[in-house]
């Protein structure tokens, strides 16, 4: 039509977002810092090795509460693997070894 290009709308979008600038990127310590208080102190925990029923037994809480914490945490950070949280919690320096 009159010797323009038509773009599906759909990948307009992906075009336009490949070209956008996007937010900007977090440092590792500001998004720990977007952690409550307790899901650091579960982030801590886990990457020192300790397993759920550890945490839920120093925390006095339920092995279910530790799991929902760390459900949060993967939700907010993207950590799945143990080693995951080990190195983010060396990227961040809040293992204390």
């Known amino acids: 039509a009159a010797g323009e290009v038509y773009v599906r709308p759909a ?4 075009l336009a977002a490949a070209v ?3 937010p900007a990127i977090k440092s590792a310590r500001d998004r720990f810092g977007g952690l409550s208080d307790r ?4 982030l801590r925990a886990v990457a ?6 550890e945490i839920a037994r120093q925390l006095g809480i339920s092995t279910k509460t530790v799991d929902a914490y760390k459900h949060r945490i993967q939700m907010k950070l993207g950590l799945e693997h143990r080693t995951e949280y080990v190195r ?6 809040i293992l204390g070894y």
């Open 88 to 93: 983010f919690a060396f990227e961040v320096g």
């Open 11 to 14: 990948a307009a979008r992906l």
């Open 48 to 53: 020192r090795g300790y397993s759920g029923a």
């Open 39 to 42: 899901e650091q102190t579960v």
């Open 20 to 22: 956008a600038p996007g």
